[in-house]
């Protein structure tokens, strides 16, 4: 089965705590180390954006999870391709949270310093996922 990556972006439809965002996050974690996923997740209150990566079964089956699950809307694919390795290989799920400190690279991969991931070609998306997740690293 070939490896794929998915990136989406969600409208969140109720106000998420920390709570129930943690409690996503362990779901997702769970769910992926059992499915032999990774991927990476940034949200800030109003949308998420996230790239899951796997076999494409495991992939397509989280992804129409994902699309019934009542904490989202206006779910919009924006990359879907074969990849030939991973690049969130060291997670399960990474969690980036979008802050005021995110102005810049906002800015970088987009026409505003606002986290708006629907503003955002999937190219770029994936290359602003990268930067995140190379920001984790070296934190």
Not at 49 to 60: A, D, P, Y
Not at 114 to 127: L, V
Request: hydrophobic share 35%; with cysteine; proline share 3%.
């Amino acid at each position: 089965m070939f490896l794929t990556r998915l990136i989406y972006v969600s409208t969140v439809t109720d106000f998420i705590n920390e709570s129930s965002l943690e409690d996503i996050l362990k779901k997702a974690r769970l769910h992926n180390a059992k499915n032999g996923m990774t991927g990476i997740l940034c949200f800030n209150n109003n949308y998420f954006i996230q790239c899951i990566e796997g076999s494409r079964e495991s992939v397509n089956e989280t992804y129409n999870k994902i699309v019934t699950d009542t904490r989202h809307s206006n779910i919009v694919i924006i990359e879907y391709c074969e990849i030939y390795s991973r690049e969130f290989s060291s997670w399960d799920m990474a969690y980036v949270p979008a802050t005021k400190n995110m102005g810049p690279i906002n800015l970088k991969f987009s026409t505003s310093t606002e986290f708006n991931p629907y503003n955002i070609p999937g190219s770029a998306a994936f290359q602003m996922l990268l930067e995140l997740r190379n920001s984790l690293i070296s934190a």
